[in-house]
Structure formats: C-alpha cells, structure tokens
C-alpha cells in the first residue's frame, strides 16, 4: 500500500506496510516455547522473515487454535481457544477443565520447571542480575495442588458455549465465562478440582433452582437480565462458607428471597456462614458495583480464616490469600527474613515496618515472632481500621497501624527516622510505581524484604533499587496458584552502599 504526502515541492513516498494476520482471524499454531506468564511461543517462517505468535496460556508441544488480538510487523499476540492436541507431557485429570486452570493437565513438577524458568529469565533480561543463580534459593510448592482456593466466581448468562458443538447457544447458564470471552459462560456441571468439592457438584442444582424463579440470567450485550453471579468465600479453617449472590434490579420484586435462604440452608447446612444479596445495575461485567445495595440475607458477612495460628474475619470483598495453606509457607520465608536482619536485642529501638499491609496480616505475624514494635502502614483507611480490630481479637500490643501516604510518613511522624530497619513490602499485582518507590527507599532501611505476586514488576524494580545503593541477595518462588501461570516472588535486598 503506498501512501503520498508533498512537503515544500518534494513529493516523498512511503510504503505501509500490510499486517500479516487481521485481528479476530483464527489461526491454527505448532507451541514450541513459552515466556513468562503463561504466553506460548509459535515461530512462523514468512515471506518477510521470522515472525513470532505468543498465544495466552498455551504451552509447549500443544497444537492450539487462537484467534489474533494484536498484530504487528514482528510478532502478534493471539487469545488461545481451543487446545487441538495436547503436548506429550500432559496427562487426564478427573476434574471438569476450566479456563482458570489452563496447566491442569500438566504434572505439577513440570509447572514448577516453567515457572522457574520463565520467571528467572526476568531478572537477567529485566533486572540485569547476571548472577541469577548465586541468589536463587529455589521454589516452595503449594501444599495442596488441588482444591486449594478460597474464593470463587461464578458467572451467569442468557448465552451459553456449549464445548461438545463448539457454538453459542441462548439458554440460562452458570459456570465460567469461555475463555476469550466476555458474554458466553461454559455450565459447570462439576467439580473443577480448585475449590469446593460440594459446592461446585451443587452448581448444576442451582442453576436448575435459579431457571426456575423465571427471572432471566444477565445478557451482557443487551446489559439486560436479572442474575449476574454467584461469588463464594470459604474459610479453610472451619470449612464453613458465605455467598454472595449479585443480582440487577430488573424483577427484584419477584424474586424469592426467603425460598432462596431456605434452599441454600437445605442444600449446605451446618457449612452456611451467611449469605448476601447484592444489587449491581453496573453495566460492567464486574462483581463489585460503584453504586448499589449489598444486604446479609442470612447468618454473618464474614469467614473466619487463621494463618500461623491468628484468626482473621474476611468479607466477601475483602482482599485475603486465596491459597492459604501456600500463604502460609510464604509468609514464613518472609518472617523469618525479615526478623534476622536483626539483632538479639529487642530494647534498640529498631522497627520493622509493613507496607501495603492492607489488613495487617503479615503486620501481626511479625510482631508475635519478633517481640519488637512493628509499624503496619497503608493508604487504605478501611483497612487499616480492620487491621486495628483484628490485632485486638488476637491480643497483639506490639504493633501500630497508619493510614497514611509512604512519601509523608516521616514527615507526619518523624520519632521512627533512622529506626526502620527493615521494611516488608508487598504491593498490589501491578506492582509499585517508579515514583513510590523512590519514597519507600528514603525510608533508609537496610533490608527490604519484597513479596511481589508478579516477578516482572519485581525485576523491574531491581534497576531503581541498585541505584540507589540496593542490592538483591536472596531470591525464592513460592507456587500460590498451581495450574496457572502465576508465581509469587520473596526478593531480599540489602543496602551495601551508602548514597
């Protein structure tokens, strides 16, 4: 395609250059690499030379069919939708396949190899850590690797993917959105072996009860429907179980509140926490809504979870570990490298400081294993009320909670400067901008202890920290969420230069 443009009585000629694949076009690929993430490489010999496919959750020695998200001259990155043929390596699972699983079929040591793999990659490309393996101490398996969450969200929809006939039918579905999608659910007829065993065998009975009512199931193009989803919470210590049912308004009146408690109560019993209603006429396809009504149904609005022998009341909205038996591994790595950066005694007056602490969970670990004060900070004020109540429940003095800005907290409070010693920091998946953590390292603390839920971002950081006199001395995976492509990152780093 040639494209011409005059400028002062020159005439220059520019040559467009057509994309290979058009987007939304479906493609048949061969997997035979994959980079951190879960993206699956296909290598394709062109015309125009090498060009590269990176297929979402697709892996080595799978044939995939995929469909093109974005194309460019070099490469394009495609949505996976069908697995064709499986790779070598995968065997069956006597679970329903879900989209949120896409390495169930894959042996758990085989994951763990990828996931060491891709993600050291990172802090050499990244971080420019040329002495990866001198730092890395390896990668700490979940206990469980089946039904190991304690969350899940389930979706409703007036269209349905049937997987057998590969379309779209109208129907009334519950399940998970099919994958590349946004408006279509595959049913869960079963136990997709991450969480609840009853509760996802139940869901087919729900469904059956939910079509009954005659409200509709939400249709996402029309944004119309009464049902939206169906989220669960189940505390792992006591196995007991709070739902959340989130509607429209559209037919509300009509709908059976009590019939409903009454069918729950039957169907769960004694494991029936509570249940919610919440009204969400957002028309976003989003469990939490900007503007509506949550109201507790039944029982209580919360689970009670326990990590390292601590209790913890967790709302449906919450932020809490989904895999608690792995966080609690995690959080033990942390703990124990955030405590012997310090000395046997307790009466120096240095502090150990959480950051992002969110609802104090790390905060009061550390304060029950050290004996020394510990300052929990975060911006959330919310959470930092919950964080106060949960430390009077389980009887912890030795710690102080601010909702307050990192940048401003010498500042407002300026009796800790020159008593952090060492700093956990644990920011939210996309990570921690440049700019913050220029705050966080004015701090002056001579260890920072950092759990990131995403490496990339954490190799990331790496450039900024060694600028300013930090150094990466340890580094260990931990596998919160077996059959994906996530992994948890603990990173030590040391300050061995004075700036």
Same mark, same amino acid.
């Given at each position: 395609?040639?494209?011409?443009?005059?400028?002062?009585?020159?005439?220059?000629?520019?040559? %467009?250059?057509?994309?290979?694949?058009?987007? $939304?076009?479906?493609?048949? @690929?061969?997997?035979?690499?994959?980079?951190?993430?879960?993206?699956? *490489?296909?290598?394709?010999? &062109?015309?125009?030379?090498?060009?590269?496919?990176?297929?979402?959750?697709?892996?080595?020695?799978?044939?995939?069919?995929?469909?093109?998200?974005?194309?460019?001259?070099?490469?394009?990155?495609?949505?996976?939708?069908?697995?064709?043929?499986?790779?070598?390596?995968?065997?069956?699972?006597?679970?329903?396949?879900?989209?949120?699983?896409?390495?169930?079929?894959?042996? /758990?040591? !085989?994951?763990? &190899?990828?996931?060491?793999?891709?993600?050291?990659?990172?802090?050499?490309?990244? +971080?420019?850590?040329?002495?990866?393996?001198?730092?890395?101490?390896?990668?700490?398996?979940?206990?469980?690797?089946?039904?190991? %969450?304690?969350?899940?969200?389930?979706?409703?929809?007036?269209? *349905?993917?049937?997987?057998?006939?590969?379309?779209?039918?109208? +129907?009334?579905?519950?399940?998970?959105?099919?994958?590349? &999608?946004?408006?279509?659910?595959? $049913?869960?007829?079963?136990?997709?072996?991450? #969480?609840?065993?009853?509760?996802?065998?139940?869901?087919?009975?729900?469904?059956?009860?939910?079509?009954?009512?005659?409200?509709?199931?939400?249709?996402?193009?029309?944004?119309?429907?009464?049902?939206?989803?169906?989220?669960? %919470?189940?505390?792992?210590?006591?196995?007991? @179980?709070?739902? $959340?049912?989130?509607?429209?308004?559209?037919?509300?009146?009509?709908?059976?509140?009590?019939?409903?408690?009454?069918?729950?109560?039957?169907?769960?019993?004694?494991?029936?926490?509570?249940?919610?209603?919440?009204?969400?006429?957002?028309?976003?396809?989003?469990?939490?809504?900007?503007?509506?009504?949550?109201?507790?149904?039944?029982?209580?609005?919360?689970?009670?979870?326990?990590?390292?022998?601590?209790?913890?009341?967790?709302?449906?909205?919450?932020?809490?570990?989904?895999?608690?038996?792995?966080?609690?591994?995690?959080?033990?790595?942390?703990?124990?490298?955030?405590?012997?950066?310090?000395?046997?005694?307790?009466?120096?007056?240095?502090? *150990?400081?959480?950051?992002?602490?969110?609802?104090?969970?790390?905060?009061?670990?550390?304060?029950?294993?050290?004996?020394? %004060?510990?300052?929990?900070?975060?911006?959330?004020?919310?959470? /930092?009320?919950?964080?106060?109540?949960?430390?009077?429940? $389980?009887? *912890?003095?030795?710690?102080?909670?601010?909702?307050?800005?990192?940048?401003?907290?010498?500042?407002?409070?300026?009796?800790?400067?020159?008593?952090?010693?060492?700093?956990?920091?644990?920011?939210?998946?996309?990570?921690?901008?440049?700019?913050?953590?220029?705050?966080?390292?004015?701090?002056?603390?001579?260890? /920072?202890?950092?759990?990131?839920?995403?490496?990339?971002?954490?190799?990331?950081?790496?450039?900024?920290?060694?600028?300013?006199?930090?150094?990466?001395?340890?580094?260990?995976?931990?596998?919160?969420?077996?059959?994906?492509?996530?992994?948890?990152? !603990?990173?030590? #780093?040391?300050?061995?230069?004075?700036?």
């Amino acid at each position: 395609m040639l494209a011409i443009y005059r400028a002062f009585g020159s005439t220059f000629v520019f040559v %467009r250059k057509e994309r290979l694949f058009r987007k $939304n076009e479906v493609l048949t @690929l061969d997997i035979e690499d994959i980079a951190h993430g879960g993206k699956g *490489i296909a290598r394709l010999e &062109t015309e125009r030379g090498p060009f590269v496919v990176f297929v979402q959750n697709a892996l080595p020695g799978q044939q995939v069919r995929a469909r093109v998200s974005k194309c460019k001259s070099k490469y394009a990155e495609c949505k996976l939708e069908d697995v064709i043929q499986r790779a070598p390596e995968e065997v069956s699972i006597p679970y329903q396949e879900i989209p949120g699983a896409p390495y169930a079929h894959l042996p /758990i040591e !085989i994951q763990h &190899t990828l996931k060491e793999k891709t993600s050291l990659d990172l802090y050499q490309r990244i +971080g420019g850590v040329e002495n990866i393996q001198g730092c890395y101490q390896g990668l700490i398996a979940s206990p469980s690797h089946w039904h190991y %969450r304690n969350k899940m969200e389930y979706s409703f929809s007036a269209i *349905i993917h049937d997987p057998v006939a590969n379309e779209k039918v109208d +129907g009334f579905g519950l399940g998970f959105k099919r994958r590349g &999608t946004w408006w279509a659910v595959e $049913n869960l007829n079963g136990d997709s072996g991450l #969480f609840d065993a009853e509760v996802e065998n139940a869901i087919k009975s729900l469904r059956l009860w939910f079509e009954q009512t005659g409200l509709p199931a939400w249709h996402p193009p029309r944004r119309e429907g009464f049902y939206r989803f169906l989220v669960v %919470r189940k505390s792992m210590a006591s196995q007991r @179980l709070l739902f $959340n049912l989130v509607t429209s308004s559209e037919g509300l009146a009509s709908f059976p509140t009590a019939a409903f408690v009454d069918a729950m109560t039957e169907r769960f019993g004694d494991r029936l926490q509570g249940i919610l209603h919440t009204i969400n006429d957002d028309k976003g396809e989003r469990v939490e809504a900007r503007a509506g009504d949550s109201t507790c149904i039944f029982g209580e609005p919360f689970v009670t979870e326990r990590l390292h022998g601590l209790d913890f009341d967790v709302e449906m909205a919450s932020f809490f570990q989904t895999n608690p038996a792995s966080a609690e591994r995690l959080y033990e790595e942390a703990l124990k490298e955030a405590i012997e950066s310090l000395d046997g005694d307790s009466d120096d007056g240095k502090l *150990i400081m959480d950051l992002f602490c969110g609802t104090g969970t790390i905060a009061q670990l550390l304060a029950r294993a050290s004996g020394r %004060r510990i300052i929990g900070v975060d911006i959330v004020e919310q959470a /930092i009320i919950d964080a106060k109540k949960s430390a009077a429940k $389980n009887g *912890i003095s030795n710690v102080e909670f601010f909702a307050a800005d990192v940048g401003k907290f010498l500042l407002e409070y300026p009796e800790y400067k020159g008593k952090i010693q060492t700093i956990v920091l644990d920011p939210p998946r996309a990570g921690i901008s440049p700019k913050t953590l220029r705050k966080v390292i004015r701090l002056g603390a001579q260890r /920072i202890v950092y759990v990131s839920c995403n490496p990339a971002t954490q190799a990331r950081d790496i450039l900024t920290l060694n600028e300013f006199g930090y150094q990466l001395k340890k580094l260990k995976f931990v596998d919160q969420f077996p059959h994906t492509a996530h992994v948890e990152a !603990i990173g030590v #780093f040391e300050k061995t230069v004075q700036l």
